[in-house]
RNA sequence: GGCCCGGUAGCUCAGUCUGGAUAGAGCACCUGCCUUCUAAGCAGGUGGCCGAGGGUUCAAAUCCCUCCCGGGUCGCCA
């Protein structure tokens, strides 16, 4: 039995109650929504508040203390107290204690073939230059949100689009034509996304004098859009460098993708979608001939130029081809989540409107998860400036700090046994330092906090979760739920209390593309369990204690292992 | 100026959707705890007009209104 039904329990208990004493009751259900957790283990498992339906005139203690004494016990419910104004339920221990624990042991159930598809799309490069942390950031709620939806029964198709087209990315190869001379990443030993990096950071320091250079990228654009071979060629060999190199970074991260949608192969497309909505009326064109979409009135919106004057396409030209195109590819999606940051907000309304304008149905199904951006100490990151914090610069860095930390405590410790923990415990502290915050709002990435490991940290998850596992290994018992009702102590209780919440708080923090609830939830479950081990022996001479209390600390481990891997987190059985 | 998001301890953040029992963590600082299941840990202490003012309510960090501060965005960037 889950939390929830005992909360029913209780909303039916009362109901009876009320009834024997002739008090109209608000009904089970609206009795059930009332029903909260009490601050304190000590206060019970249970408690519903009676401000709601004292009737008037009749003071509200009184009243809490009349139900109180009309409850009988029953093989549930052990007591009953009146605190206040509140009716506190104490379920009885056994059955909670087991029942809690088998509940939370249960795997997920696998979604079937047929259950609802989802479409998350995250991450979404430009192939001009390599991955920055905001882009972690993104990948982060890429994975947990995919994994989030796969946990609550749905199929999840992962994308990205990969704008791979653009005057952005001709400034790169311009830069390649005049001072590559040839070079490749092998000749220069660089991660070829940070290669054709180097030549994107190159133009932009010349053009800020010769403004030339600018015009000759867009003369690049208009003969790439040509289909010049040459440029065509050197694209697609600079593209090539870029997209391996980011894919190098995702693998880290553990971003992994159904299809990739190319922002080349779909541009031309967009225009089609346009010049049809105009040839409908349902698009205007303005007096220097750009393509605009009227939502002001109907959507509340601003409107939206979808064409420019010259006929060239716009990123929101595409965007409208590959909703439509994404649900003709399939069919059957429910649902399609966009992760993209917060600054997009506008433009996704916009897109989500235009669609609505050209009478396309899943236009509903279109979800913008906007993330908030990330932000330095000091202020914006800027390219100008060089501040930006380079994702694979920020790994090999948590990497090297974790090495280090192994040096220091386990000298004896085999060098590749060092490296392998340690990418696990760097990528950990990584990952959920990106996901501990609520999305919506700004990070403020602070590479020194990023990188402890200790206090709200993966790695301290981690720890907590390999402490456990010695735990489980040392002991010479079997963890036993059966016995799990000898655990009566205030700690035990607290534990318990919170392993019952985690079902609602895992589908919390999908329904509210939260998944920083979660986060606090593993964190809070791995400190009140690090308080029990340093108050409570768990392997002892009382065998049947000790299997009781391993039920107890293994049902912990399976959770922080669930919420661990709902984060794309892997987790070590040492530290 | 319009719209969106923020403002909670010195710093970084939970809690706000769904009002309810003394407002919580982490970092930093101070004090303790490793011959006993892993000290990347634990306990204790210092630290708060929950941006301001009004309103609703038995009850407001939470709901409503006004204002202030910070960020984002607003027809041819992505």
Not at 124 to 153: C, M, Q
């Amino acid at each position: 039995m889950a939390l929830l039904s005992f909360q029913k329990k209780l909303a039916e208990t009362v109901d009876a109650a009320l009834t024997q004493l002739n008090i109209p009751s608000p009904g089970i259900p609206t009795l059930q929504s009332w029903i909260t957790i009490p601050p304190s283990v000590e206060k019970g498992n249970l408690s519903l508040p009676v401000f709601r339906f004292t009737p008037k005139g009749e003071n509200w203690v009184l009243f809490a203390q009349k139900i109180v004494q009309q409850l009988t016990h029953t093989d549930v419910f052990e007591k009953f107290e009146a605190a206040g104004p509140y009716i506190n339920a104490f379920i009885s221990t056994a059955a909670f204690n087991v029942s809690i624990f088998e509940n939370t042991q249960k795997a997920p159930a696998l979604p079937l073939g047929d259950a609802p598809l989802v479409m998350v799309e995250y991450a979404s490069p430009n192939t001009n230059k390599p991955l920055h942390v905001g882009h972690l950031r993104n990948i982060a709620l890429g994975v947990s949100t995919a994994r989030l939806f796969e946990h609550e029964g749905n199929r999840v198709f992962r994308t990205q689009i990969i704008n791979d087209r653009g005057v952005h990315i001709c400034k790169s190869m311009r830069a390649y034509q005049k001072w590559g001379n040839g070079k490749t990443p092998e000749s220069e030993k660089m991660k070829s996304d940070h290669f054709v990096g180097t030549f994107y950071v190159d133009f932009t320091k010349h053009a800020e004098k010769d403004e030339k250079l600018e015009e000759e990228a867009q003369q690049m654009l208009l003969k790439w859009e040509q289909n010049d071979p040459v440029v065509r060629a050197l694209w697609k060999k600079m593209n090539e460098w870029a997209e391996k190199g980011i894919f190098e970074t995702y693998e880290k991260m553990g971003a992994v993708f159904d299809k990739n949608y190319y922002e080349s192969d779909i541009y031309l497309h967009g225009k089609e979608v346009v010049q049809k909505g105009l040839e409908e009326g349902l698009f205007v064109k303005a007096d220097n001939g750009a393509i605009m979409a009227p939502l002001e009135k109907k959507y509340k919106v601003t409107d939206k130029p979808l064409v420019r004057g010259d006929g060239t396409s716009l990123y929101v030209t595409q965007d409208l081809y590959l909703a439509m195109k994404r649900f003709e590819d399939f069919p059957q999606l429910e649902k399609i989540i966009y992760i993209v940051g917060s600054e997009q907000e506008m433009h996704f309304k916009q897109v989500f409107a235009i669609l609505d304008l050209l009478g396309f149905p899943q236009a509903k199904k279109c979800y913008h998860l906007g993330y908030g951006l990330v932000t330095l100490p000091s202020g914006k990151m800027s390219t100008r400036e060089g501040t930006v914090v380079n994702a694979d610069d920020l790994i090999q860095e948590l990497e090297t700090m974790a090495i280090a930390e192994y040096e220091k405590r386990s000298p004896e410790m085999a060098p590749n046994e060092i490296q392998r923990r340690s990418k696990v415990i760097s990528l950990a502290a990584l990952k959920f330092y990106l996901v501990k915050q609520d999305a919506k709002k700004e990070l403020v990435f602070n590479p020194q906090e990023s990188i402890s490991f200790e206090g709200q940290t993966g790695p301290y998850l981690l720890y907590t979760n390999a402490r456990i596992q010695s735990i489980l290994r040392k002991s010479l018992q079997k963890p036993s739920i059966a016995k799990s009702g000898m655990l009566i102590e205030k700690r035990e209780r607290e534990l318990i209390a919170l392993l019952s919440q985690k079902n609602e708080i895992v589908s919390s923090a999908l329904s509210h593309y939260s998944p920083h609830v979660l986060a606090h939830y593993l964190l809070e479950l791995a400190n009140t369990f690090n308080t029990y081990y340093h108050e409570t022996k768990i392997i002892q001479e009382n065998s049947e204690m000790e299997q009781a209390r391993l039920a107890l600390v293994q049902t912990i481990h399976l959770v922080l292992e669930e919420g661990l891997y709902l984060f794309g987190i892997e987790t070590l059985k040492e530290m």
